[in-house]
């Protein structure tokens, strides 16, 4: 018998035994299917899991910077502050002099100007209401001779942008005794936008109590790694003998001004001013500010007898500016951390998990 001769008993025992089929694998295909679809299973959930938890993550990410502007640029309701600035050569009348029919100037005055700012009521989620107490003194004269001006700003501001609200309305006090007069306004005063552009913006000035516009000139100045915006503002001359009324004129025998004769005459006080800020531009927060101020007795603006009542070159002094570039740095960094930075990260998260569910998918197909 041949080896071949076998092969037909061989196919006659095949064909009468049951074959399971182990696909190759060493199991029966039915216990194969059972031990890999709780795997399979777990692959596609995580992966699954992977792609919800990055299309979630992509969109807190959008929503995000939408929300915390919302939370993060907008003035706080515990507002407090205080700046100094100093002259060295400042022009100021004598008022021992003036008060005895002879009103001089002195030259070479040192000057202090200090202004605190605090939040006060009404204060709620949308406006903040802001009180400033502002006083110049001459610093090389002691006591009550020194003070050279006086004045308590109190304004409500829109929480958002910055700007007045007419109700309450903003007022103004300057003189002791008497009641705070209503100084309705518009503009920017103690504060820029979040997100300040180089562009202009109304202004108001205390002093004329009026607005005009403040211009962006260049973005030069650093301080202690902060870009400031500079804007300038240039008022006036200004008759505040007739904006405001008596308590901006002065009524001396017309000798006393070098006019003829003793009769009672009254001069006006005229104001002019540059003013110079520098702004951090994400928060909004004036950094540093320099303002030239005049102010003069006169008939007329270019009166040839007029006689000056305050002229002096003011800055804010080191200690200040430092101060408030920490608090705009402060500021600026939470801005940005809540609307940039977070949002930056969880998109490159989302990204991330998105990207390894779809590789994994790709894989394990």
């Known amino acids: 018998m041949t080896r071949f001769d076998t092969l037909p008993s061989v196919k006659s025992e095949l064909d009468g035994a049951e074959i ?8 029966p295909t039915s216990e194969l299917a059972t031990n890999m679809t709780p795997s399979i299973r777990r692959k596609k959930v995580g992966v ?19 929300y915390t502007a919302g939370q993060l640029k907008k003035l706080p309701l515990d507002v407090e502050f205080a700046t100094i600035s100093h002259a060295t050569e400042a022009d100021v009348l004598d008022v021992v002099d003036t008060a005895s ?4 100037t002195d030259h ?11 939040s006060e009521d009404p204060s709620d989620a949308d ?17 009550p001779a020194s003070l050279i001006s006086a004045s308590v700003d109190r304004v409500s501001l829109n929480r958002k942008t910055a700007l007045p609200v007419s109700d309450p309305v903003p007022t103004t006090l300057t003189a002791s005794g008497r009641p705070p007069v209503e100084t309705p306004r518009e503009g920017l005063q103690y504060k820029f936008p979040f997100g300040t552009q180089k562009t202009s913006y109304p202004y108001y000035d205390g002093t004329a109590r009026q607005t005009r516009p403040i211009n962006f000139v260049d973005e030069d100045r650093v301080i202690d790694g902060t ?22 004129t002065l009524t001396l025998p017309a000798s006393s001004w070098g006019l003829p004769g ?19 531009p994400v928060s909004g927060a004036m950094v540093a500010v320099e303002e030239q101020p005049h102010r003069w007795l006169a ?24 101060e408030l570039a920490s608090t705009a740095r402060s500021a600026r960094n939470t801005i940005q951390w809540g609307t940039v930075y977070i949002p930056s990260i969880l998109a490159a998260l989302g990204a991330g998990l998105i990207g390894t569910g779809l590789l994994l998918a790709r894989r394990w197909r």
Request: glycine letters at 10%; proline letters at 6%.
């Open 20 to 27: 399971e089929d182990t696909g190759g694998s060493g199991l």
């Open 227 to 248: 870009r400031l915006y500079h804007f300038r503002q240039q008022v006036g001359p200004v008759n505040l003998g007739e904006s405001i009324g008596k308590d901006a």
């Open 127 to 143: 406006l903040t209401t802001l009180q400033a107490a502002s006083r110049i003194t001459r610093t090389d004269t002691p006591g």
């Open 101 to 104: 029919g002879k009103p001089t």
């Open 262 to 280: 003793d009769t009672p005459f009254t001069m006006n006080l005229f104001y002019a001013t540059t003013r110079d800020v520098w702004v951090e």
């Open 299 to 322: 008939r007329t603006a270019s009166d040839p007898l007029a006689v000056t009542s305050f002229a002096a070159h003011t800055r804010f002094d080191e200690n200040t500016v430092v």
């Open 48 to 66: 699954g899991v992977l792609i919800g938890a990055g299309a979630f993550s992509m969109t807190v990410a959008a929503l995000l910077p939408t």
């Open 108 to 118: 070479g005055v040192p000057v202090q100007v200090e202004v605190y700012v605090t």
